[in-house]
């Protein structure tokens, strides 16, 4: 008989969604009636503790290890299936979902599990920043910030991650990096590097369009330093999946390279704050986890993934205070050129 396994994070999302989590047991377990199968269900209760669940349910021999949660929750769980042969599944309840929406698996939490129990699986990469796993993205500079600025604050979710972003974005300064790839040795001035598994951070926003979790490779994605003005229209393009347009952002594919500061560094992997040294390496593990993806996946039906059309106030409807307000009103605007 098969076995799987439901990891549960019970805090994960907007508000814990705990009636949501509790009705999606119920259909787990009316699934595993109905297809056959032996269902397991865990609760986290600490830090790391979903990578300890998962590690001892491969050792038990199960097929199926279900991930219910955010971002982290599905990197503690794939973290503690790595070297396996048990399977990964996806139930997104967090507040990005970067993983499962890269994927193309449902939001529609039902849905999403149904695709998890019944589609086969494929094997995806792995990418490495300084020693710690990392399945969609991982990245130093103002998206790292953010991050350890969203961290701290009492609510998840979109609007969370604008308020946070326009409240550091006016203070924050570009950094010198030294990154070494493929023999070559590149200086940039950067407002963000990201490390690219998968396409996007999550809520669509795909920093890394073409990325691919299969392919072997990761992508390096460069921001440089651009007008302030241009906040707006390259939001636009990173939600919309066509940042890797700008001549502000370079992408280089690689899967092994070392970057160097004058300073420690704060980063992210997969959204979690992160403390990094001054000089670090990043590379990828090509197949090294099986994850059920959705039908219209990328990386099973060879199409790129739609153009998402994002409402109109998450992209330009940023909180502005007044100090930010009195910002704006000193920024000259750029010549006309391509952003």
């Not at 193309?104 to 939490?109: C, E, F, G, H, P």
């Not at 019944?118 to 490495?128: N, V």
């Not at 979690?272 to 197949?287: I, K, M, R, T």
Request: with cysteine; proline share 6%.
């Amino acid at each position: 008989m098969r076995r799987v396994a439901l990891i549960v994070n019970p805090i994960s999302g907007r508000g814990g969604r705990q009636h949501a989590k509790i009705e999606i047991i119920r259909y787990a377990r009316q699934l595993a009636r109905v297809h056959g199968f032996s269902l397991e269900l865990y609760l986290t209760r600490y830090p790391k503790h979903a990578t300890e669940l998962a590690h001892n349910a491969a050792e038990q021999g199960f097929d199926l290890v279900i991930a219910v949660g955010g971002d982290g929750t599905v990197n503690e769980v794939a973290h503690g299936l790595l070297g396996t042969s048990t399977v990964l599944g996806i139930v997104p309840m967090g507040s990005g979902n970067g993983l499962a929406r890269h994927l193309d698996l449902s939001l529609v939490t039902r849905v999403a599990l149904r695709t998890t129990i019944e589609r086969p699986s494929i094997a995806i990469d792995c990418g490495l920043l300084n020693g710690k796993n990392f399945f969609t993205t991982a990245g130093i500079g103002f998206d790292a910030e953010v991050g350890w600025m969203f961290a701290k604050l009492g609510t998840r979710g979109i609007n969370s991650y604008i308020k946070a972003t326009a409240q550091l974005f006016f203070n924050y300064r570009p950094r010198e990096y030294e990154i070494e790839i493929d023999g070559k040795t590149l200086e940039r001035k950067a407002l963000l590097i990201t490390f690219a598994n998968a396409s996007q951070f999550g809520n669509n926003a795909r920093i890394a369009p073409h990325a691919l979790v299969n392919d072997g490779t990761l992508q390096m994605v460069i921001v440089k330093p651009f007008p302030k003005i241009a906040i707006g229209y390259l939001a636009s393009l990173l939600f919309h999946g066509l940042v890797d347009t700008s001549s502000y952002v370079e992408t280089i594919p690689f899967q092994h390279l070392y970057v160097r500061s004058k300073t420690p560094l704060r980063g992210h992997i997969d959204g979690e704050p992160e403390q990094l040294p001054n000089a670090f390496e990043v590379s990828v593990v090509p197949n090294a986890l099986q994850v059920v993806p959705g039908e219209h996946a990328t990386e099973v039906c060879g199409e790129p993934a739609p153009v998402i059309l994002v409402p109109y106030q998450y992209l330009y409807k940023l909180p502005r205070p007044s100090s930010i307000t009195r910002q704006l009103r000193r920024i000259k605007a750029p010549k006309l050129g391509k952003f």
